[in-house]
């Protein structure tokens, strides 16, 4: 018994190592093939660069035998052969062909002439004759008026006009139209119309744009081009020290040149901006360096937005100590009721933190810095003054301080100090969301005086003359009216606004949604047709499958009365029975009729039923009516 279990064992323990081999040599092979698949997966890798990289080789040299092939028919032009190697010849290579024969020809029989070598006389090749030849009478495509390219432009002005008249709202007008507009000047109904159009869907781009806060991206570099591109412009116009918010208001048949000399100047076509000339700080308060507010310190460097208003130190306190309390007071180009100030009493007892937009806005309402009924997008508004002003520091997207508070904590705590700031004085609260009243148009009554104090919080410095960047007629708008253009200009002026259009978001936008709706309205049209299709085919099925019951319905009717002895001609007979086979045959190869034939010859008919019944051969029944019909006889 001991060896039987020992024999047992040492069976077991060798069936377990058979067990592990088999398992690793599994492992092994799963290794292998894992390991081959990875080979095999690089080759085919690799011979697909090498395609690509002889499919590169020979496309460049095709380009090169095409431009060898271009500099051999040049070459043939000065008196060589001419030889096409890639596709039919050129029009002007076989004018060419036959002038140098004609040439070859002439100096051959002046050599004979001459009693010369055909080769000692050199062909002289005639000039290309002028095309379009002069027997045709073409005539010019504009008027001598329109010469320079003003004809090509005033095509692709009135293309875009017609061809997205129903996006945009134009009327449809002709070509003569609008170049009687144009000549017309500002005077003209339809040119009035047209640009008034297109500087509302320009700016509704702009402020559209903003409002979707693309600018606050971390990467707007990642966003959509023309999204920033619009969100751009309506943040180049509050740099300029522009009001978009006049624009709505008076944008009208008198003031739309004005508001397109503006709209040119915050698109860049005015030509760039020029920085704002930093200011002493005499009277004001001490020196930013003095003060620890400026850069020479240590801590973050805060960068002005090119163009900023303002300078540094200007909300402190004159007099202030740098080492004690920071001061801070309003500053004086803040005028009462204006965003600038609104929003600089928020961010003054909010900290180093700062506060992000949408808190700003908040605590302006609560307070009641200011209304915001006069704004369409009071987020949007806080933010182009808060990015255009040197007092004010973007900590990150969304999120501003004051420069002055921020720079002192960070001297302070650099220092080993704890930061104390007073509150600013004399700062007025007005009762909150105090009612103004409304004109005859619909505005608020203080929008003017407001948006007349926003203007004058920037101190921008003009240039003394124009950019050489600018486009002449925009310069020509800044110094003199817009009947003083030339037609030239009035046409690049359109073009360049028509320009802006295209490049916006919105008319894409509604491109897209229209060509959903192509798409929806195709879809649908498809699946109408189907189903008109799959109803004609049902009708089909179903008038067959009432011709073929009818058929059989005969056949049968036809068999019982053979049956009970009544004369049946054999003809009609034979006809009734091809009538049911051929329209059986039919219905069964119509779409869904397959199972109605099916059972339809799977059902006996009441003749061979009978003859079953009655123990007659179906063949006397209904197979051989001639014969039962001679037996009867």
């Known amino acids: 018994m001991k060896a039987e279990r020992e024999r047992q064992r040492e069976e077991a323990r060798k069936a377990k190592e058979l067990e592990k081999a088999r398992a690793a040599q599994e492992r092994e092979n799963k290794k292998r093939e894992a390991q081959l698949d990875k080979e095999r997966k690089a080759e085919e890798k690799r011979k697909a660069a090498e395609d690509k990289r002889r499919e590169k080789e020979l496309a460049k040299a095709l380009l090169q035998q095409e431009r060898a092939a271009g500099r051999k028919g040049r070459s043939a032009a000065d008196g060589g052969p001419i030889h096409h190697h890639h596709g039919p010849p050129d029009d002007l290579d076989l004018e060419m062909e036959a002038l140098l024969v004609r040439a070859r020809a002439t100096a051959a029989a002046q050599a004979a002439a001459r009693g010369l070598d055909p080769s000692a006389v050199e062909p002289v090749v005639p000039p290309r004759p002028e095309f379009p030849p002069p027997y045709l009478m073409m005539q010019p495509a504009f008027p001598p008026e329109l010469d320079g390219g003003l004809g090509i432009g005033l095509i692709e002005a009135w293309g875009f006009t017609t061809g997205f008249c129903d996006l945009l709202g134009v009327p449809g007008f002709s070509m003569e139209a609008l170049l009687s507009a144009l000549f017309q000047g500002s005077s003209s109904p339809l040119l009035g119309l047209v640009h008034i159009i297109l500087l509302r869907q320009a700016q ?319 879809k649908q049209l498809q699946e109408d047709n189907r189903a008109d299709k799959k109803r004609r085919q049902d009708e089909a099925a179903a008038r067959a499958k009432a011709a073929a019951e009818a058929a059989q319905q005969r056949l049968e009717d036809l068999q019982r009365a053979q049956a009970a002895g009544e004369t049946v001609a054999p003809e009609a007979m034979a006809a009734a029975e091809a009538a049911a086979r051929a329209l059986t045959a039919a219905v069964g190869g119509l779409p869904g009729t397959a199972t109605v034939a099916a059972s339809r010859a799977a059902t006996p008919v009441p003749a061979a039923a009978a003859a079953a019944a009655a123990g007659t051969p179906p063949s006397a029944a209904g197979g051989q009516p001639n014969q039962t019909q001679q037996q009867q006889q």
Not at 266 to 275: I, K, L, Q, T, Y
Not at 349 to 370: D, K, M, N, S
Not at 378 to 396: H, M, N, Q, W, Y
Not at 448 to 463: G, L, Q, T
């Open 204 to 522: 509704a781009d702009m402020e559209e744009a903003h409002a979707t806060g693309v600018l606050q991206s971390p990467q707007p570099h990642l966003m959509d081009k023309a999204l920033v591109t619009a969100a751009q412009r309506l943040e180049a116009a509050w740099a300029w020290g522009l009001d978009p918010d006049l624009w709505r208001a008076h944008l009208g048949p008198l003031t739309w040149p004005e508001v397109l000399r503006q709209t040119a100047i915050a698109g860049g076509a005015g030509g760039s901006r020029v920085p704002v000339k930093q200011h002493t700080t005499e009277g004001v308060g001490l020196d930013p360096a003095e003060a620890g507010l400026g850069s020479s310190r240590k801590g973050k460097r805060f960068r002005a937005p090119k163009g900023a208003a303002g300078f540094e130190g200007e909300d402190v306190v004159s007099g202030w100590v740098g080492d004690g309390p920071l001061k801070l007071q309003l500053p004086v180009r803040f005028g009462e009721g204006t965003w600038m100030s609104a929003a600089w009493r928020v961010l003054a007892v909010a900290g180093p933190e700062g506060l992000p937009v949408p808190e700003v806005v908040r605590q302006i309402a609560i307070h009641g810095y200011r209304n915001l009924g006069t704004s369409k997008n009071p987020e949007a508004s806080v933010t182009g003054a808060l990015s255009r002003d040197i007092l004010f520091v973007r900590l990150k997207p969304g999120t501003y301080a004051l420069q002055s508070i921020v720079t002192y904590h960070q001297r302070m705590h650099a220092a080993g100090k704890t930061p104390v700031v007073e509150a600013p004085q004399g700062t007025p609260a007005p009762a909150g969301g105090a009612a103004a009243g409304m004109d005859v148009d619909g505005h608020h009554e203080d929008d003017s005086d407001d948006e007349e104090e926003s203007d004058d919080e920037e101190v921008i410095a003009r240039a003394p003359e124009d950019p050489p960047d600018a486009e002449p007629w925009v310069t020509t708008l800044k110094h003199h009216s817009y009947d003083t253009l030339t037609l030239t200009q009035r046409l690049d002026a359109l073009l360049w606004l028509i320009g802006v259009v295209v490049d916006g978001p919105g008319v894409r936008m509604r491109l897209e949604a229209r060509e959903r709706e192509v798409a929806a309205l195709k």
